[in-house]
């Protein structure tokens, strides 16, 4: 069983930055690939990016790439994820998850999940 804690939402201005960890525990969490998804009010829950446990295998959503960025220290047992250029557009619910071994887009894949933590950018 593996619990995963999320920190570092907060508020920002557009074309600011923010940094977002999430902290795991229980298991082999190295073994885990790890992602972000996100909810916007009264919208469905999205992918936004993962990381295989090796981190050889990185996915990104087309809305973030080039603007958002995942790394993973396994020895810290965190998944970090730099947001840059933000947008109001990226306002929501930032939740962490995670799998077995290998990196998906699909909500479904991962039985494990955080909390969450807000992420609210202002025009």
């Known amino acids: 069983q593996v619990q995963l804690v999320e920190s570092g939402g907060g508020l920002v201005q557009a074309g600011g930055s923010l940094r977002l960890s999430c902290a795991a525990s229980?298991?082999?969490?190295?073994?885990?690939?790890m992602a972000w998804f996100r909810q916007a009010p009264g919208k469905e829950r999205t992918f936004v990016t993962a990381?295989?446990?090796?981190?050889?295998?990185?996915l990104y959503a087309d809305s973030v790439k080039g603007r958002f960025a995942i790394s993973r220290d396994n020895a810290k047992n965190t998944v970090y994820l730099q947001m840059n250029s933000l947008k109001p557009e990226d306002t929501a619910v930032y939740y962490c998850?995670?799998?077995?071994?290998?990196?998906?887009?699909?909500?479904?894949?991962?039985?494990?999940w955080g909390q969450g933590t807000q992420v609210t950018v202002s025009s």
């Open positions: 998850a995670a799998r077995y071994m290998l990196s998906s887009k699909f909500e479904y894949e991962y039985p494990y």
């Open positions: 229980g298991g082999t969490s190295s073994s885990y690939a």
């Open positions: 990381i295989s446990w090796s981190g050889g295998n990185i």
